[in-house]
């Protein structure tokens, strides 16, 4: 119960932190292409992965025993990076938030392949609602999607993609370190690869901005694996709907942006159909063998 506590409270911090670099994202989407961003923050991520890994209590390094899951993992998080990236530009931060939302529902589909866990029939369900409620966006019709949606979609996959990998490789090494410099080496590199196709001149109130951007982004991405280590995928997923609260104050604050009825319907669909995927994993009539097989955090 403890553990459970503690994993929540840094799912809750995780927020908290995961907005605000969400916020800095819009705010810097419309002047720059995503190379420039993140191969600056990657690299940033990197020197202070570098520096941390020099403290006397980091005993493991950046060694890790999971290659292969690390570099799906990098990947991963790399793709989800970029079409985070566009779909900010693009749309509203509440109605992001909707695609987020369907991060619960798909790393319950993803657990089950990837981790074993098991997967019932009701996670089909919970995601078809979810979909329905993302559907709502488009109150004229498909024909109102844009590259903005598709974006945002692309960022919920590669994101829970990223978020379950993260768990497997909990699974079998306790370096959290190396789970946030490796995926930020890889999107130093890709960026890199394509910086000097966009870059343009940065002012210094942009540079900091980055640099806060990046300082945020290596401290939430380090409360998220230690989270994982205390709470399964499909519980911690859900928790992260805590992140729309801080997305309509940031983005009222901040882009004076205020969701539409739809959006607000939209959201309360998806966040019920993860809600009610957490509350079938813990209904009463599941036995404790159950239980303790689907929420052990060590093989």
Same mark, same amino acid.
């Given at each position: 119960?403890?553990?459970?506590?503690?994993?929540?409270?840094?799912?809750?911090?995780?927020?908290?932190?995961?907005?605000?670099?969400?916020?800095?994202?819009?705010?810097?989407?419309?002047?720059?292409?995503?190379?420039?961003?993140?191969?600056?923050?990657?690299?940033?991520?990197?020197?202070?992965?570098?520096?941390?890994?020099?403290?006397?209590?980091?005993?493991?390094?950046?060694?890790?025993?999971?290659?292969?899951?690390?570099?799906?993992?990098?990947?991963?998080?790399?793709?989800?990076?970029?079409?985070?990236?566009?779909?900010?530009?693009?749309? !509203?931060? =509440?109605?992001?938030? @909707?695609?987020? *939302?369907?991060?619960?529902? %798909? +790393?319950?589909?993803?657990? /089950? &392949?990837?981790?074993?866990?098991?997967?019932? !029939?009701? =996670?089909?369900?919970? @995601?078809?609602? *979810?979909?329905?409620?993302? %559907? +709502?966006?488009?109150?004229? /019709? &498909?024909?109102?999607?844009?590259?903005?949606?598709?974006?945002?979609?692309?960022?919920?996959?590669? *994101?829970?993609?990223?978020?379950?990998?993260?768990?497997?490789? /909990?699974?079998?090494?306790?370096?959290?370190?190396?789970?946030?410099?490796?995926?930020?080496?890889?999107?130093?590199?890709?960026?890199?690869?394509?910086?000097?196709?966009?870059?343009?001149?940065?002012?210094?109130?942009?540079?900091?901005?980055?640099?806060?951007?990046?300082?945020?982004?290596?401290?939430?991405?380090?409360?998220?694996?230690?989270?994982?280590?205390?709470?399964?995928?499909?519980?911690?997923?859900?928790?992260?709907?805590?992140?729309?609260?801080?997305?309509?104050?940031?983005?009222?604050?901040?882009?004076?942006?205020?969701?539409?009825?739809?959006?607000?319907?939209?959201?309360?669909?998806?966040?019920?159909?993860?809600?009610?995927?957490?509350?079938?994993?813990?209904?009463?009539?599941?036995?404790?063998?159950?239980?303790?097989?689907?929420?052990?955090?060590?093989?």
């Amino acid at each position: 119960m403890k553990a459970s506590l503690i994993g929540a409270a840094l799912v809750a911090l995780y927020t908290i932190l995961i907005s605000s670099a969400d916020a800095i994202t819009k705010l810097i989407a419309g002047g720059y292409a995503a190379p420039q961003l993140f191969c600056l923050s990657g690299l940033i991520v990197v020197a202070l992965s570098l520096l941390v890994d020099r403290l006397p209590s980091q005993q493991q390094g950046l060694r890790t025993r999971s290659p292969w899951a690390m570099a799906v993992r990098s990947g991963a998080t790399v793709l989800a990076a970029v079409c985070f990236f566009n779909a900010f530009g693009a749309l !509203p931060l =509440a109605d992001v938030f @909707l695609f987020i *939302g369907l991060m619960p529902l %798909l +790393s319950g589909l993803m657990s /089950g &392949l990837i981790l074993r866990e098991q997967v019932r !029939p009701s =996670a089909w369900f919970a @995601l078809t609602a *979810g979909f329905v409620g993302v %559907l +709502s966006l488009f109150p004229g /019709g &498909l024909q109102a999607i844009t590259n903005g949606h598709l974006f945002g979609l692309g960022a919920a996959v590669f *994101g829970t993609l990223s978020i379950v990998m993260s768990r497997y490789i /909990g699974r079998h090494e306790s370096n959290v370190l190396a789970q946030v410099f490796y995926p930020n080496l890889a999107l130093f590199v890709a960026m890199g690869a394509a910086l000097p196709f966009v870059w343009v001149p940065m002012p210094l109130s942009d540079l900091a901005w980055v640099v806060v951007y990046a300082a945020v982004l290596f401290s939430a991405r380090w409360v998220l694996v230690l989270s994982l280590r205390n709470l399964a995928v499909y519980v911690v997923t859900p928790l992260m709907n805590l992140q729309f609260v801080w997305m309509v104050i940031l983005g009222a604050v901040f882009f004076g942006e205020l969701p539409t009825t739809a959006t607000l319907l939209g959201v309360a669909i998806v966040m019920a159909s993860g809600l009610y995927l957490v509350w079938e994993q813990f209904a009463p009539e599941h036995t404790e063998d159950t239980f303790v097989r689907n929420f052990k955090t060590d093989p």
